[in-house]
């Protein structure tokens, strides 16, 4: 074989080589080039419809707007447990109220209660916001209308308002102060567990489930409980006046029917939301202020937790759920 045949031969691999390798690198640039306009696509769609829903809520196309007539009811929802960060919490209930009260065109307020209780400290913070927005505004009423249940923590907050109105099947009262958890000691003992607790300050380790109950610790929290309770009665005395008919079993943490509760003096008549605006508002028409979260804060929030938030948050949970203080 020639010296030029050779040469041929020992070429044609390598230029095939070339020519494979040069193929796929086009290949697979053209692949990503591909996914990258697929990506592209897809985040501009996502920011159009992002910008779209923002836009729909500026002009106040969802959820109707809270302008109304030149004149009418106000109308907050107090619905579901009281507790920082939820549902129901001070921060959303004091901005509903000082949209409410700030309208020109409101003629009374309405707090529409469905609540078991929660929080003594959220509760407390929007009766005294309640008190304070009256003391501003004295010519604009504002009445706790209950529909299924006010209690506790709910009643709370129900007696800062005017009068209270009730269905006669409602539940109200309950006006005591619980702090509950398990104790796990026997359970330990019986399946060979062996609490190993180290702390530094005699009653840091209070309440702990895992360990038997201390009665001076025992003590020092029910004291606590007393003075909460104690303040939890000066509130519904205050809020409710010479109307209270107080007996033995007024604090005792029972509940009643709403008919009952008339009767009591924890409410003063029975009524619900819209006839309070027709007939003791003399304004039927009823707009909504009860601070909402926006679909944005809703995405924000599923979205961009943090692992630091979710950890504090179960660590905050076992706490309460271990021995929170709550009105319920």
Same mark, same amino acid.
């Given at each position: 074989?020639?010296?030029?045949?050779?040469?041929?031969? %020992?070429?044609?691999?390598? %230029?095939?080589?070339?020519?494979?390798?040069?193929?796929?690198?086009?290949?697979?640039?053209?692949?990503?080039?591909?996914?990258?306009?697929?990506?592209?696509?897809?985040?501009?769609?996502?920011?159009?419809?992002?910008?779209?829903?923002?836009?729909?809520?500026?002009?106040?196309?969802?959820?109707?707007?809270?302008?109304?007539?030149?004149?009418?009811?106000?109308?907050?929802?107090?619905?579901?447990?009281?507790?920082?960060?939820?549902?129901?919490?001070?921060?959303?209930?004091?901005?509903?109220?000082?949209?409410?009260?700030?309208?020109?065109?409101?003629?009374?307020?309405?707090?529409?209660?469905?609540?078991?209780?929660?929080?003594?400290?959220?509760?407390?913070?929007?009766?005294?916001?309640?008190?304070?927005?009256?003391?501003?505004?004295?010519?604009?009423?504002?009445?706790?209308?209950?529909?299924?249940?006010?209690?506790?923590?709910?009643?709370?907050?129900?007696?800062?308002?005017?009068?209270?109105?009730?269905?006669?099947?409602?539940?109200?009262?309950?006006?005591?102060?619980?702090?509950?958890?398990?104790?796990? %000691?026997?359970?330990?003992?019986?399946?060979?567990?062996?609490?190993?607790?180290?702390?530094?300050?005699?009653?840091?380790?209070?309440?702990?489930?895992?360990?038997?109950?201390?009665?001076?610790?025992?003590?020092?929290?029910?004291?606590?409980?007393?003075?909460?309770?104690?303040?939890?009665?000066?509130?519904?005395?205050?809020?409710?006046?010479?109307?209270?008919?107080?007996?033995?079993? %007024?604090?005792?943490?029972?509940?009643?029917?709403?008919?009952?509760?008339?009767?009591?003096?924890?409410?003063?008549?029975?009524?619900?939301?819209?006839?309070?605006?027709?007939?003791?508002?003399?304004?039927?028409?009823?707009?909504?202020?009860?601070?909402?979260?926006?679909?944005?804060?809703?995405?924000?929030?599923?979205?961009?937790?943090?692992?630091?938030?979710?950890?504090?948050?179960?660590?905050?949970?076992?706490?309460?759920?271990?021995?929170?203080?709550?009105?319920?």
């Amino acid at each position: 074989m020639s010296e030029d045949n050779q040469q041929q031969h %020992t070429q044609a691999p390598d %230029t095939k080589w070339q020519r494979d390798t040069i193929e796929k690198l086009a290949s697979t640039a053209l692949t990503e080039q591909k996914i990258s306009r697929r990506w592209s696509v897809f985040f501009k769609a996502l920011m159009f419809i992002y910008l779209f829903i923002v836009l729909f809520y500026v002009l106040g196309i969802f959820g109707g707007g809270k302008k109304g007539s030149e004149f009418h009811t106000a109308l907050i929802d107090i619905n579901g447990v009281i507790e920082a960060g939820g549902e129901v919490n001070a921060d959303s209930v004091m901005s509903s109220l000082h949209d409410a009260y700030d309208n020109k065109g409101t003629k009374g307020i309405i707090l529409r209660m469905n609540s078991p209780g929660g929080s003594p400290v959220q509760a407390g913070i929007i009766n005294d916001e309640i008190y304070r927005q009256k003391k501003l505004h004295p010519k604009i009423p504002v009445y706790a209308v209950v529909e299924d249940i006010c209690a506790s923590g709910g009643y709370y907050i129900a007696v800062a308002a005017d009068k209270i109105y009730v269905d006669k099947a409602s539940i109200v009262g309950s006006i005591g102060v619980l702090m509950d958890g398990y104790g796990f %000691t026997e359970v330990m003992k019986k399946v060979g567990v062996e609490r190993r607790l180290m702390t530094a300050g005699e009653n840091k380790g209070m309440l702990d489930p895992f360990s038997p109950v201390n009665p001076k610790q025992q003590a020092l929290a029910q004291h606590m409980l007393d003075e909460i309770h104690e303040q939890f009665k000066a509130v519904v005395r205050h809020g409710r006046g010479a109307r209270l008919k107080e007996t033995p079993e %007024t604090f005792s943490g029972l509940f009643w029917s709403g008919e009952q509760g008339v009767k009591l003096g924890l409410a003063d008549a029975i009524g619900s939301a819209d006839f309070v605006a027709r007939e003791v508002i003399k304004q039927e028409e009823i707009v909504d202020f009860t601070n909402k979260e926006d679909f944005a804060s809703r995405i924000a929030k599923r979205i961009g937790a943090s692992a630091s938030t979710v950890i504090g948050e179960t660590l905050a949970k076992q706490l309460v759920n271990a021995g929170g203080v709550k009105l319920h």
